[in-house]
């Protein structure tokens, strides 16, 4: 059975930075197009970020240039290095894997029910 364990999150003051992390038990993420999604209360999920098997990613209008995120094949680990972090980027964070090794093209890869399997989140907490 596949299970996705995210870790990482926590509080942090306004500016300060995380690092998220999603390991991955029974597959290997190299077969896997995998993302990292969030949701705050009262919002719908969304997409923060994705990542191909050879290491290309797509990021959130939102998050670029202040977010990472990462594979680590050789630890089945998935990452999240979120820097300059700001109030609005608090909600809950989910690890997500698609049952293809390609991500959706275009704007698709944002898209909830494109990815099949999903980790239970961790609290990411910006205060300013």
């Known amino acids: 059975q596949v299970q996705l364990l995210e870790s990482g999150g926590g509080s942090v003051e306004s500016g300060g930075s995380l690092r998220l992390s999603c390991v991955a038990s029974?597959?290997?993420?190299?077969?896997?197009?995998m993302g990292w999604f969030r949701q705050a209360p009262g919002k719908e999920r969304e997409g923060v970020a994705t990542?191909?098997?050879?290491?290309?990613?797509r990021y959130d209008d939102s998050v670029k240039g202040r977010f990472t995120i990462s594979l680590d094949n050789a630890k089945n680990t998935l990452y999240l290095q979120m820097n300059k972090l700001k109030p609005e980027d608090t909600a809950m964070y989910y690890c997500?894997?698609?049952?293809?090794?390609?991500?959706?093209?275009?704007?698709?890869?944002?898209?909830?029910?494109?990815?099949?399997?999903w980790g239970q989140g961790t609290q990411v907490t910006v205060s300013s």
């Open positions: 997500a894997a698609r049952a293809q090794p390609k991500c959706p093209a275009g704007d698709w890869w944002t898209v909830v029910q494109m990815y099949s399997d």
């Open positions: 029974g597959y290997t993420y190299n077969m896997r197009c």
């Open positions: 990542i191909e098997r050879d290491g290309s990613a």
